[in-house]
């Protein structure tokens, strides 16, 4: 992360700033947060901290952020959510927290893909069945006219599949 409008002590604290929620150190961002640190502070690619300890299936840090109230739904410039994140990755305990604090289950990416999309495309039968209880739509349509169904089915995605396809 390199900024020329920050000096090198600022680029290196951001730089700790980022690792540790990278890296999950919910004491360290909880200290940080309480001394006026924005929680919704981005880096070069619009990731939050939220964002990235969601990510890494940090769920402290990440419980850590939304108590300071993190933005749940703030997307990165590849306009990918939290929930996004969390789904790909199978993170199921992840994806309950979020939805808990009012992540959108139907919210989507530029070229239209759900959270529910990314779980099924991934197999990730977990999160396909949470998002689903969450009230995710397994008909929507990205972009190019893809349903879950037809994305996890394109990528192999086999337990995903069957439970997509019903009994």
């Known amino acids: 992360m390199s900024d020329p409008s920050l000096d090198a002590d600022a680029q290196d604290f951001a730089a700790r700033v980022f690792d540790a929620a ?16 924005p929680v919704d502070l981005t880096n070069h690619r619009g990731d939050t901290l939220v964002m990235l300890a969601s990510y890494h299936g940090h769920l402290e840090a990440t419980r850590v952020l939304l108590a300071h109230d993190a933005d749940v739904e703030r997307h990165n410039d590849d306009g990918h959510s939290p929930l996004a994140g969390a789904a790909f990755k199978g993170h199921l305990a992840m994806l309950e927290l979020l939805l808990e604090h009012g992540a959108n289950a139907e919210s989507r990416s530029p070229d239209g893909k759900t959270p529910l999309m990314f779980a099924a495309m991934f197999d990730r039968l977990d999160a396909v069945k949470a998002l689903l209880i969450a009230g995710a739509d397994a008909e929507a349509e990205d972009a190019k006219g893809n349903t879950a169904l037809s994305l996890a089915t394109t990528m192999g995605a086999q337990k995903t599949s069957a439970h997509l396809n019903g009994p």
């Open 22 to 37: 990278r890296q999950g150190d919910a004491d360290q961002l909880a200290g940080w947060l309480d001394q006026g640190l």
